[in-house]
């Protein structure tokens, strides 16, 4: 969300100063446009954003629920750092949470879900010539799949990691970009999975959605 886009969002919604504010911080921490380790000042966000400071400290407070920002006493917060250990313990529950859902939704997915999943696979593979960002593009295709899995259990589990997985995913395609093999592996797996899930094949797929999560896995980690 771009400072226009948030005047205009708080010009219609006023009374949702404090949710506008915390998604603003929390789309520029998770893009990397606020860089891991950088301090915060209360005082010059809220001027930049022309708020007083109780709505950007609420953000914050909420930011350091989600792992994103440390708030410390006396000193000014910082973004949290991206942590190898960390992302290994992400990697695993993604395995395997997004298998199971994988393997549920090829037997409960939707023509709109198919029709939704197929329309991404195709931006996924235009690469540079997709007005959506990779990251974008593959956080909405797993969570249609979880979406149409459903099992609140599933969902509430990927909520866990939901947030820090989507900075990581920022962090591949930004700092440290994909390889042509990279590229074509996840480009494989993604289609393959999304005709799993439509030919209704739950090992297939569960398979599959593994595999994509052990391969960004190697992206970030090496191993």
Known sequence: MTKEEFEAKLKDSPFLVGD?????LLDRIVTLD???GACLNESQLANHLGLSRT??????ERLQ??????????????????DISEYDAIANLRAAVESKA????????????ITQLKKIT???????DSIVPYPLNDTA?????LQAACNPYLQKAYELYRIKLMRYRWFIFLSSPPTEQDYASRESVHRGLYLALKSHFPQQAAELAELDATLMRHMVLGF
């Open 20 to 24: 506008l504010v915390y998604q603003w």
């Open 102 to 113: 994988a393997s549920q939704a090829a037997l409960l997915i939707t023509p709109t879900d």
């Open 34 to 36: 606020i860089k891991p």
């Open 55 to 60: 709505p950007v400290h609420s953000a914050l």
């Open 65 to 82: 629920a989600d792992g994103m920002v440390q708030l410390r006493r006396g000193k000014k917060p910082i973004v949290s750092t991206l």
């Open 122 to 128: 195709l931006d996924i593979e235009r690469r540079q």
């Open 141 to 145: 295709f797993h969570e249609i799949i």
